[in-house]
Nanobody, 123 residues
Framework: QVQLVESGGGSVQAGGSLRLSCAAS????????MGWFRQAPGKERESVAA????????HYADSVKARFTISRDNAKNTVYLQMNTLKPEDTAVYYC????????????????WGQGTQVTVSS
């Protein structure tokens, strides 16, 4: 089992920044891909970004490219999401997840999920 705990969410005005963190514990040696997803009310969960174990493969949703940056620190078993130039449409609950190699943007590929952290962007 892998436990994931997100932090760093909050409320910010449009144009602002937030940095999300997700710390993993438990069977961390099984962690390969780490990803961030989000879900807004009434909408399906969507992929935001994902990063491979070595950091060599990174995926971003088109809607966040050039604004969000995903990174990871394997020594700390932590993945980060730096979110800049936030927009009201970024408002959602953000979840981190871990999965096998190649999980990419497909949420069903991920095995473990955090409890989510709320991000609210006001105009």
């Amino acid at each position: 089992q892998v436990q994931l705990v997100e932090s760093g969410g909050g409320s910010v005005q449009a144009g602002g920044s937030l940095r999300l963190s997700c710390a993993a514990s438990g069977r961390t040696f099984t962690i390969y891909t780490m990803g961030w997803f989000r879900q807004a009310p009434g909408k399906e969960r969507e992929s935001v970004a994902a990063i491979s174990r070595g950091g060599g493969t990174i995926h971003y949703a088109d809607s966040v490219k050039a604004r969000f940056t995903i990174s990871r620190d394997n020594a700390k078993n932590t993945v980060y999401l730096q979110m800049n130039t936030l927009k009201p449409e970024d408002t959602a609950v953000y979840y981190c997840a871990v999965g096998p190699p190649g999980s990419g943007s497909y949420y069903r590929s991920y095995d473990y999920w955090g409890q989510g952290t709320q991000v609210t962007v006001s105009s």
